[in-house]
Each structure stands twice: as C-alpha cells, then as structure tokens.
C-alpha cells in the first residue's frame, strides 16, 4: 500500500485547509482510513477515522471542525479542516489499517500544517 499525501500549507487561524491521500496497491484489503497529526515533542494523536462503510468518527479537538470523507473511485481520503488554531500545528499522517494474515497499519509521510496567529 503507498500514499500520496497533499494539501499541507501555512494558513492563519481562523483559516481552512483540505488534506488529500491517494492510496494504491492493496486498497481493497483496507479495512479503514485513518488521519493522525504529531507536534514537535509530541506523541503522534488521532484525528479521525473513515470505514469501508463511510462510519466516521473523530477526536473531540476535531469534533465539529474537521470533515475526513473517502472518494473510492479515487482511491482518496480527504480531510477538511475548518476553523484552524494555532494548537492545530502539526504534522499530519494518512494512515489505513490493512487486512491480511493479521491487520497491519501503514502510514503515509507525512504533511507539515503550520497555523500562524
């Protein structure tokens, strides 16, 4: 499974930003699509998550804020943020949990979120 991540960037607070993943290879083994964000220092966090069912579910700092959808004919998880803060600074990771023998998590690389005041 390989990722393809976009849409980081600098952004005011206030402001918005959408995060895409474009998946390849194995995507029908996927059982969900996750996004994770990490801050300098700082454990890596969950966002929100996305199922083979469209089921969503989403940290409560993402809560309200934050949108993850999943365009299967793209092979491609979003995630729309809204209302950026400062605290939302970070590095922000596609993930997928991949079904085989066992369910094994990779990662994308990662995009960089930088939210000035």
């Known amino acids: 499974v390989q990722f393809a991540e976009s849409g980081g960037g600098l952004v005011q607070a206030g402001g918005s930003l959408r995060l895409s993943c474009t998946v390849s290879g194995g995507t029908d083994r996927i059982t969900r699509f996750g996004w994770y964000r990490q801050s300098p220092g700082k454990q890596r966090d969950w966002v929100a998550l996305?199922?083979?069912?469209?089921?969503?579910a989403y940290a409560d700092f993402a809560k309200g804020r934050f949108t993850i959808s999943r365009d299967s004919d793209e092979n491609m998880v979003s995630l729309q943020m809204q209302s950026l803060q400062p605290e939302d600074t970070a590095v922000y990771y596609c993930h997928a949990m991949v079904k085989g023998a066992l369910e094994v998590p990779y990662w994308g690389q990662g995009t960089q979120v930088t939210v000035s005041s």
């Open positions: 996305i199922d083979r069912s469209g089921i969503t």
